[in-house]
Structures are given as structure tokens and as C-alpha cells.
């Protein structure tokens, strides 16, 4: 029926989870990822964030990747940003990548990371 599992086979990956009826303020730093749906006031650097449709952050976000439903007042400093048809932003984007569903609101300043060139072989 259900095969057994080993633990050591299961992957388990932090998430810190802030509810819909959380308010927070202050920086918050993590070193995994985090799934934000209430309210923070503060900057956020971590590995990856995911801001649900009730979630908000005013202040400045730091993460390898974001994904914005809710609505984020400030900066944004990532590789990957998925700004989804609810997600509303006013800031700065700074991406390498970036996809913006219909529907999303932006407004302020785009800027496109330059990756580096891969070195040239000999």
C-alpha cells in the first residue's frame, strides 16, 4: 500500500510562517525562507519570501527570490521576482529576473541586475 519511508530520504526545508493576523516590526533575518501573510513594518533579508494576497511589508526586502501577492511599500533586491495579478508595489525593483502577472500594480524604478559573463576559456 504506502511504502516506508526513511527519514534521512524525507527533505525538509525551513519555512518561518508570519499569519494573517500577525503584525511585526523591526529587521527580520533568516537563513531560510519566508511565508509572509500579515502585516510587517521593518526590512526582510532571507533566502526566498512569499507574500501572500494578505500579506504587506513596508520597508526594504533582500532575498535570492521573492514572490509578491499582497503589497509591499519599499525596496526589492532579488534574482527572481513573481509579482502575481493581485500583488501591488510601490518601490524599487532591483531583479535579474522578473515576471509580472496581468493585473499587477507597480510603480517606481526598474532596474535589471547584470549577470556576470561566464569567463572566457582559453
Not at 13 to 33: H, M, N, R, W, Y
Not at 39 to 63: F, N, P, R, Y
Not at 93 to 103: A, F, H, Q
Amino acid at each position: 500500500m504506502f511504502k516506508a519511508q526513511k527519514t534521512a530520504d524525507i527533505s525538509v526545508q525551513e519555512v518561518a510562517l508570519i499569519g494573517s493576523d500577525i503584525k511585526t516590526e523591526g529587521s527580520i533575518e533568516s537563513p531560510a525562507a519566508i511565508l509572509l501573510a500579515g502585516t510587517h513594518l521593518g526590512d526582510i533579508t532571507c533566502k526566498s519570501l512569499i507574500i501572500e494576497m494578505t500579506g504587506s511589508v513596508t520597508g526594504k526586502i533582500q532575498a535570492v527570490d521573492v514572490r509578491v501577492s499582497g503589497t509591499v511599500v519599499g525596496e526589492i533586491v532579488t534574482d527572481n521576482l513573481l509579482i502575481t495579478k493581485s500583488g501591488k508595489i510601490d518601490g524599487s525593483l532591483s531583479y535579474k529576473r522578473i515576471e509580472i502577472e496581468d493585473g499587477a500594480t507597480v510603480e517606481g524604478q526598474f532596474l535589471q541586475k547584470k549577470s556576470s559573463a561566464p569567463a572566457a576559456k582559453e
